[in-house]
C-alpha cells in the first residue's frame, strides 16, 4: 500500500463548480499536510499548508485535515477555467525528516 | 516569496554522456535541497535529499553511481546523470527546504531531460 493515495481523475468541472479533492494516507506520523498545484511542465506551487488536525481558508481555497481518519480534503470555491492543473497533495513529518510524500496527483479541467 | 531556479530548463543529450543540472536557491541559505523525477501523468518520486557539505541520502531503488548529487553550498546543488540512457529521459525537479519553517519545501521548475 502506498503511503500517500489520490484519485488521478480527470475531474471536469463547470466554471464557477465547487471541486473537492482528497487524499488518503497510512502514516500516522505525518504532522504537516500541504496542496501543490502544478501546471504542465512546470515545478510544483504550494497552494496551501495544514499542521495537523483542522481547516485552513485561504480566499477560494479550503484545506481540510481529518487525523483520526487520516483524510485530508482541498476545496475550490467559484471555480474558474484558471484552476485548470494538477493537484497534487503531499505530507510530511519529523520521522521522514521533512521530506514530502506526494499523492499521484488529481487532474482537474475548468469548463468555461 | 522564496524563489528557487533550475537550470538548464531543457536538454538533450546523446545516449552515453553525461549531463549535470543545477538547482539554486536564489534569496535563501538551504541546508537541504530534494531530487524529484517526474514521469508524464505521475507523482514527484522523490530521488535523493542533498544536506550541504555531506553526501546526499538515496532512495530506496536509486543508483547512486548513477545520479550524482553535490550540494557544496547552502545555495547550490547539483545533480549529475552519468552515462545517460533513454531511460532516464523523464522531469528533474529540485526543491529547496525552508530554513525558517523546516518542512516548507520550495520547488525549482523542473529540467526536462531527453536523452536519445
Known amino acids: 500500500q502506498k503511503e500517500v493515495e489520490q484519485d488521478p481523475g480527470p475531474l471536469s468541472v463547470p466554471e464557477g463548480a465547487i471541486v473537492s479533492l482528497n487524499c488518503t494516507y497510512s502514516n500516522s506520523a505525518f504532522q504537516y499536510f500541504m496542496w501543490y498545484r502544478q501546471y504542465s511542465r512546470k515545478g510544483p506551487e504550494l497552494l496551501m499548508y495544514?499542521?495537523?488536525?483542522g481547516n485552513k481558508e485561504d480566499g477560494r481555497f479550503t484545506a481540510q485535515v481529518d487525523k483520526s481518519s487520516k483524510y485530508i480534503s482541498l476545496f475550490i470555491r467559484d471555480s474558474q477555467p484558471s484552476d485548470s492543473a494538477t493537484y497534487l497533495c503531499?505530507?510530511?513529518?519529523?520521522?521522514?525528516?521533512?521530506?514530502?510524500?506526494f499523492g499521484k496527483g488529481t487532474s482537474l479541467l475548468v469548463t468555461p | 516569496g522564496a524563489v528557487v531556479s533550475q537550470h538548464p530548463s531543457r536538454v538533450i543529450c546523446k545516449s552515453g554522456t553525461s549531463v549535470k543540472i543545477e538547482c539554486r536557491s536564489l534569496d535563501f541559505q538551504a541546508t537541504t535541497m530534494f531530487w524529484y523525477r517526474q514521469f508524464p501523468k505521475k507523482s514527484l518520486m522523490l530521488m535523493a535529499t542533498s544536506n550541504e557539505g555531506s553526501k546526499a541520502t538515496y532512495e530506496q531503488g536509486v543508483e547512486k553511481d548513477k545520479f550524482l548529487i553535490n550540494h557544496a553550498s547552502l545555495t547550490l546543488s547539483t545533480l549529475t546523470v552519468t552515462s545517460a540512457h533513454p531511460e532516464d529521459s523523464s522531469f528533474y525537479i529540485c526543491?529547496?527546504?525552508?530554513?525558517?519553517?523546516?518542512?516548507?519545501?520550495?520547488f525549482g521548475p523542473g529540467t526536462r531531460l531527453t536523452v536519445t
Open positions: 495544514t499542521y495537523s488536525s
Open positions: 526543491s529547496a527546504l525552508s530554513p525558517s519553517t523546516s518542512y516548507e519545501q520550495y
Open positions: 503531499a505530507m510530511t513529518g519529523r520521522n521522514s525528516g521533512y521530506a514530502l510524500n
